[in-house]
């Protein structure tokens, strides 16, 4: 947009000479004029063209680079954009890494990781590369003296490199960094300095690479494949669709097996219950995944399919007599469980009037036979008593130890709170509250779904 008006703003300026020009040279201008208008649009569209086909990584993009950041997060670079998370609009990187504007003519980043090596002042630093260049920042600040020649910081290392991806000891014999280039492969002891290169015979040239969850992602084009940091080895089931599990997409190939993208996918969840009998329901975008009490199989299938007045993604989840309430921005959804579901009539309503809350909440759940709702919303959280005549949301109290909880859930072992990838659980509601250090983090893949890989 701001280039657009750019465009307008020099092509108006044009204008004022106009009224003093003779009739024909007049008619000629404008003949010209709108010539001018007319390639000036053309230029917009496609600049605005251009961009719009940047920032969607749904439409399957390859990025040039991928780090975890300090905090646990994934950022995808992508000429001059980032990606922060598994979902959401890209950024211009500059914003995030202002000093790579200064360095326009080395272009974008060809690999990105971060260090591993307690004790070094480099320590957790990323380290972006472009060119010949090594750019080093300690949470998004570039440190002094940078950026460097990689052949003066890692000597050895090749300019122009595809991919790189910190392996910390015991996954590599010594604390390494692995660099790619083209079919090459370099094991960069971070101690000794010494390099090793090594032939990596089943795997793709990697056009980025990140340590991700204790595994190891090359990224090729818009596929993936984990591999082996040690030897290279790629197992079966690879290459995969970056989409399916990295970004949060709403439509996916034909190809796809849902069942299985939806319990190895690293994207959140949105909400995630279970019914006081123990099935238990998890939803994902446009997607939800069933577990059945007393069945290890798991189901999925698309909201739309199953929930057709919802559509998508719902903010909240909580089971209730047989029923899911289902909360999506300001409305409350109540379906009757049952093979379908049945949507009950008068609903949607406002989440204000039925349960004494705004809407746009963050999780909800009941545990076990109780009828109190316990809805979290940013920090706080709240109870909501369903048996009572006028349902109000009572006994604020905040929670010290998330700041944003993107699903939870309560069953007989206690309650999950899911936030990002992984889940915590505490044994009761009130141990929830009153935690003060986090208690261990589980897998939302493996633990929740059985997903091992
Ligand atoms: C980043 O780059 C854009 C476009 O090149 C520019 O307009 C903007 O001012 C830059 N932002 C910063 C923080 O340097
Ligand atoms: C870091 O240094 C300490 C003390 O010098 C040493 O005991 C420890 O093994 C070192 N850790 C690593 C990972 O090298
Ligand atoms: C991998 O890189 C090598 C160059 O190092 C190149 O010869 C080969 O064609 C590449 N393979 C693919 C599949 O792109
Ligand atoms: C579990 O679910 C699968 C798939 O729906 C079904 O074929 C199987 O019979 C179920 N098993 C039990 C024990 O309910
Ligand atoms: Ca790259
Ligand atoms: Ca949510």
Redo the contacts with the bound molecule.
Sequence with gaps: MQQLKGYFLSSSAVFPGLSSLSWTRGLLTMKLLSQILCLTLALAYVQSDHHATVLDRCQGLEMDAVVLNEEGHLYFFKGDHLFKGLHGKAELSNESFPELDEHHHLGHVDAAFRLHDENSTHHDHIFLFLDDKVFSYDKHKLEDGFPKPISEVFPGIPDHLDAAVQCPKPECDEDSVIFF????IFHYNVKTKAVDEKEFKTM??CTSAVRFMEHYYCF?GHMFSKFDPKTGDVHSRYPKEARDYFMRCSKFSEESDHVERERCSHVHLDAITSDNVGNMYAFRGHHFIRRDEGNDTLKADTIENAFKELHSEVDAVFSYEDHLYMIKDDHLFVYKVGEPHTHLDGYPKLVKDELGIDGHIDAAFICEDHHIVHIIKGDHIYDVDLKASTRAASNARPIALFKKVDAAMCDAEGVKVVVGNHFYHFESLMLMVAARSLPEQRRVSLDLFGCDH
């Design positions: 280039k083209g079919d090459k793709p040239n090729h």
